[in-house]
Structure formats: structure tokens, C-alpha cells
């Protein structure tokens, strides 16, 4: 905006210049040895004039793409910090839009509209304040048709504003449907419903193409309607400024200076309105992604509360089997309107394995949640070897954390590079040493190139039994004093959740376990079961004693054994 402002400066000084030129030759009589001087300075400015310009643009697009990098970072890391808890409710495309094609279109915004914004009122501002010292009549022209060109804008633009907005709520909805698609493409074939949805892109793709060009009739719109005010309050300028030299009130270089420097009064205001659908599409963007970036994370104690080093937690190689204590925990979703867990608490001894049993929706993987650091407790404390979990730092903390979810997450990568993510530095033979004890070797052993074979989305290569033993060698890689098994076996054959039940019992050894069991077969092994119900532990006890008493958990257990649950 400065080099566009000092741009603007220049112009003024040539388009005086010029007309001393032209003043000197034609009326004066003056050849070219005379106003070679003039005509050397001319020269001059319009070479600094053609450097600003070229630097206006240079340090726009550069400030464009550092905002965009420093934007996805912030997003990226905003995401992280939110975790499963917000991403879970958004759908995953329009998130992957935002960050891709929302802060993308940011970068017209930046280079285009705000410097053409700013450099309204600049420039505008100084050309009046020029043609003032020039001819001051001629400003008269200016302090009527400016501010009818800004009320045109003003009018013509609030309605571009909304259709740009509706347009980019189209498109991240357009891109979450595509990609919803793209993940259910094999339900659709099995049902036969792809013919169907297809019909349905295509009339989506039509809708925006119609939203799209209406925000290019309506940008059309402006730009014409600016076009001939700005020309009519040129011509006018042009009339009453030859009036005056004609009649001698005027002295020549003067009118021709004001006459140079008319139309360059409405230049900015035109360029304004030709970035206006730029600017209303990024902003539409902004809006969007500051929504994210602004959503309130849960933060690991209040601001100044002091953290505990991973040192006073031991380390991946010199492990302190923890003690875990939940103490009258609460927790709900949704802002409070969804009680996942309320007055919940629960002893881990340092060592020993605990399930957490119940039905669906009990509050078992809550529990977990807040563990893993994904949410934080509304009420009560957790209580790791006696010391808050929320005065620990997060990273320190996970670094003695191993998780197993129900259903492992694997990258489009190797089989080394998805295993290495519990441990970068691992060596090949450490590698090959956890995927035998997670059972994992011989399968990885046959796939074409090994360990270097890359697994497609989401591990499309494998079964839902090998995908868990990956997930079991990253524990095992990983080698951490606490585990989290998340309904570690669920969805799996008979054959698999034998072969994996194994792999787990070797995982656990000497370590302090927290199993959520949707089958029961691996609580039966655990030192205590706990069963959930409505967010608080109503029975605790080992399998047999349990099973002793005529309570909840014989039914539950009955109805398992029964295969009803």
C-alpha cells in the first residue's frame, strides 16, 4: 500500500510535468533543447513509478503467501488442539476445504482487494488534495460524483456479498459430498445407489455453477455501473475545465494538470469495485476459518499453572508404571447438554489392568478420551502417581501413554513409516522385533515389497485384523508404562480376536492397563472389572466375584456368553 501510495504521488508529478511540456511547446514555442530537462524528469519518475507498481504487487504476494502458511500452520495446529472431540461433529471435507481452498482464496483478497481498499482512500484522498492546489473548482465535480460512486458501491456490493458467501457455503458443502461419496463408493455399488448420487453431483455442480455466475453478473454489474459514473464525471470535468481556458480564467498547464489527474481521482474507486468479488470471496473464506480458529479449545489448566517435566514422569526407556485416580470425574458434550460422565470415579493401581464394561453410550471411551488428553474433566480430577493430570504437560504425558483405538488409523505410507510413528528413530530390526510380538511379521513378511509397502488410504491393503496388529506393534514399538486398549477386538472374526487377545496379553505385561471391552473375553483376564452405567462405576470386582453376585454384570455377562451382546 505504500509503494501504491507513492505510485500515485509520482503520477501526480508527471502529470504536472506534462502539462508544462506541452504548455511550453505548443504555446510557448519552446523546442526540444528547452524542455529536455522536463522531459529527463518525466523519464525519472516513470521509472520509479513502474518500480512501486512492480513492488506493490511483489510485497502483496509475498505477504499473501506467508499469511496463507501462517494460516494452514495455525488451522493444523488449532485442529490438533481441538482433536476428536470437534473433528468428530464436522464433516471432513468441508474442514479439508477451509484449509485448502478457503485460505486459497485469501490470496486474492490479500493481493487484490486490500490494497485496492485502502488505496481508495489514499489515493483518492491525495489526488483531491493535488487537484485542490491545481484548480480548486474542479473538486467540486469530485465532492458529488465520489460519494455517489461510494453509495453505488456500497449498494451494489452488500448484495455481492451475500451471494459470495452462499457461494462458498456451497462449495465446502459440494466438497464434504464429494468426499463422503468417495469413502462410501463400495455401500453405493452393494446397494445400487451410485446412479443416484450422481444424479445428485450433478444437480449440486449446477446449483454452483448458477451461484457462480451470479456473483460474476452482479461483480459485472458494479464494474459497469462504475465505468459510466466515473466516465460522466471525467466528461464533466473535461467540459468545464476547457470552458475555463477558453474564456482565460484558466491558465492552461493548470486545467490540463486537473484534466490529467480527473480520471486518475476515479481510478481507485473503480479498481475497488473490480476487486469488490475478490475481497467479499475471501472474506467469506476468513470468516470460515477464524470460526475454527477462535472455536474455545480445553486447555490443560488455567493460564501460569505450573507444568510437571517429562523428568518427573520417567521416560519410553527408563519407565515408571503409573498409579491412575479418578476422583469424582465429570464430563458432558455438546457444551454441557450431553452428560457423558458425571461423579465417575475409579482406581488403576500402578501395574494392573482395569476394564471398563457397559453398554454403549455408558461413558466408557469418555473416560478414555480424557486420558488421552482429547477433552478436559468439567469437574473432579484425574490423579497420575498422586499429581493432577491437568498440571502435566500434554506432550510429557503422552509420551507414556500407548493406545490402541477400535478401529487404528493408517496413514499412505509404508508399513515402516505408519509403525515408526510411535518411535521415529526405531531401527529396522526394533521394527521387525514389535511386529513379532504383535504377531504382525509374518503377514508384513508377504506383503510385495515388505516393510517398504505402502498401504493406501487408510490401510485399504489390509484386514481389519491386520490393520489392529499394526496397531499393536506401534504399542509395542512405542513401549509405554501406561496402554489404553480401546475395544481393542471389536468388529474382528473369531480367528483374529484369538490371534490378537495373545498379542495383547503380551503387551500388557507389567504395565498399568485400562481396557474398554465391548467383547468381554479380554476383561475376564483383567486384575478388576469395572461396569459403567450412565457416566458412574455402579460394580467393581473381579470376574469370578462378580459373576458371584446376582447383579448387573451377571446379566451382562450372561447376554455376552449368549452372543445377544
Known sequence: MGAGFIAAGVLAGQAWLLSLVVGRVFLGGDGLPAVAPLIGWMAALWLVRAVCLGLKDWLAQRAANQVKLNLRQALVAQLVRLGPAYTQNERSGELASSLVEGVEKLDDYITQYLPARFLAFLETGFIFLAVLLIDPWTTLIFLVAGPFLVLLLALIGGQAKAITERRFLELSWMSAFFLDILQGLATLKMFGRSREQAENIREISSHYGSTTMEVLRTAFQTSLVMEWAATAATALAALEISLRIMNGSLAFERGLAALLLTPEFFLPLRQMALKYHSGTGGRAAADRIFAILEHPSTTPGPPGTPRMPATDLGSPGTPRVPEIHFENVSFAYAGGQRPALEGFSLEIPAGRSVALVGATGAGKSTAASLLLRFIEPSGGQILIDGQPLERMERAAWLEQVGWIPQRPYLFHGTVAENLRLARPGASQPELEAAARAASAAEFIE??????????GEQGVRLSGGQRQRIA???????????????????????????????????????RTVLIIAHRLKLAYQADQIALVEAGRVVEIGRHGDLLAHSGRYQQLAAAYERGAW
Open 446 to 455: 508377504r506383503l510385495p515389497q515388505g516393510y517398504a509397502t505402502r498401504l
Open 472 to 510: 499393536i506393534a506401534r504399542a509395542f514399538l512405542k513401549d509405554a508404562p501406561f496402554l489404553i486398549l480401546d475395544e481393542a477386538t471389536a468388529y474382528l472374526d473369531r480367528e483374529n480376536e484369538a490371534l490378537i487377545h495373545e498379542a495383547l496379553q503380551r503387551l500388557m505385561r507389567q
